[in-house]
């Protein structure tokens, strides 16, 4: 649910001018930079009202700005956050360091000792690690379903869980990194229900929405609990940042609020106002980055050197992950992947001709980048793993950019001569 106070306007309108006054700083248009490690008080018992108001939630000062420490808040977090939240359609939000600093921050919070996290796979190798490495160490368990348009391949991926211990945690990311795998997000809030039913306790529900971004994919409108965001790929748009954000219910949201100025992975004030400035053009830059992945994407599938894309508009009529698609999502999205005839010699060579195109493992930004999932971004997955969600040793992830569409194909084609 939404807050209330938020205006009726579109994302886009949001994303340029909501939870800003410019009043708040000698009328400038813009929110200026916080650059400011604590903040002052008029007097003794304003600090103590103001910690009393920021910790208890009541006394004169509630309701406040309630500025005392940055790592406890700041301006620019307070501008970003209400933003995010309005874009996202939430009642809360939270601004990060870092994606995975705010996937961490859920699992932490929402994981204890000898409860579950029933995930989708393919999920970003970090996220992945951190249910099936790093939580089990804190005495949690993980399991993965495969198809996440497939009530029965999720729900039993969910009993399986359920046998070592309770389910606290349903956990997707669609479309899927790398393979733009879609989990019906209307399914995992049923299925969310399910296991309530199974064990009187309803799991928090928790989507990574990066890959399409709130202007093309909504999952709070589908019932979902909490929404996390990598900033760093599509909102903050030129790979020169690191954010993450988590969006979602007031009562899920004020919890991670007060172990994230325990844990001091706030997102710091110039970055605040970089991503700021980056969400005003986010709807713009990536429909022009949908444009030129359709042409890409097209390109790709009649070459005969590929053996298949996994770019969303392609997915098949008649299937259930087609009618997902259809319901769930307002674009195609322009990161995929496409599977050369081979494997990684194949992979490297036509990657080592490349020119124009960046090998790197970021996504969402103005240039395009390339890499070759196994060895990169999927390194640290078993094998087996990788090859139940899709990912081949010759399987390349591309993040379409700005560029002219025909200089990104020609330097395909010419990477694909040595193949």
Partial sequence: MADPKTPPFRPETLAI????????????????????????????????????????????????????????????????????????????????????????????AYLKPGEGVVHGRPFYSGVDGLFNEIMPQFGAHGTA?????????????????????????????????????LVDLDL???????????????????????????????????GVDLVVTSLTKYCAGHSDLLAGAISGRKDLIAPLKLQRLTWGNHLDPYNAWLVLRSLETVHIRTERAMENALAVAEWLRAHPKVAGVTYLGFTPEGTAARAVFERQCRGA????????????????????????????????????????????????????????????????RLSVGLEHVDDIIADLAQAFEVV
């Fill in 333 to 396: 999205g322009s990161t995929f992947s496409f599977h050369l005839h081979g494997g990684e010699a194949e992979a490297f060579r036509m990657l080592d001709q490349l020119r124009l195109l960046k090998m790197a493992v970021n996504l969402g930004g103005s240039n395009t980048l390339i890499c070759h999932s196994a060895s990169t971004t999927h390194y640290a997955v078993s094998s087996e793993n990788r090859l139940a969600s899709g990912i081949t040793d010759g399987t390349i």
């Fill in 145 to 181: 379903w495969t198809d996440g348009c497939d009530e029965a391949n999720m729900w039993a991926a969910c009993e399986a869980a359920m046998a070592k211990g309770p389910v606290a945690l349903l956990a997707a990311e669609s479309p899927g990194n790398p393979t733009a795998a």
């Fill in 17 to 108: 001018s909501h939870g800003w006054d410019p009043e708040d700083a000698l009328r400038s248009a813009k929110p200026p930079i916080f650059m400011t490690a604590t903040f002052t008080y008029p007097s003794a018992q304003t600090a103590k009202d103001v910690h009393r108001a920021y910790f208890d939630g009541d006394g004169p000062e509630a309701g406040g700005a309630l500025h005392i420490y940055s790592r406890l808040g700041h301006p620019g977090l307070d501008i970003l956050e209400a933003r995010l939240a309005a874009i996202d359609g939430a009642e809360a939000a939270l601004a990060y360091c870092s994606g995975m600093a705010a996937h961490t921050a859920v699992a932490l």
């Fill in 188 to 222: 995992l809030v049923k299925i969310a229900g399910r296991i309530e039913a199974a064990q009187g306790r309803r799991p928090i529900v928790m989507v990574d929405n990066t890959l399409l971004g709130p202007f093309h994919q909504r999952p709070i409108e589908h």
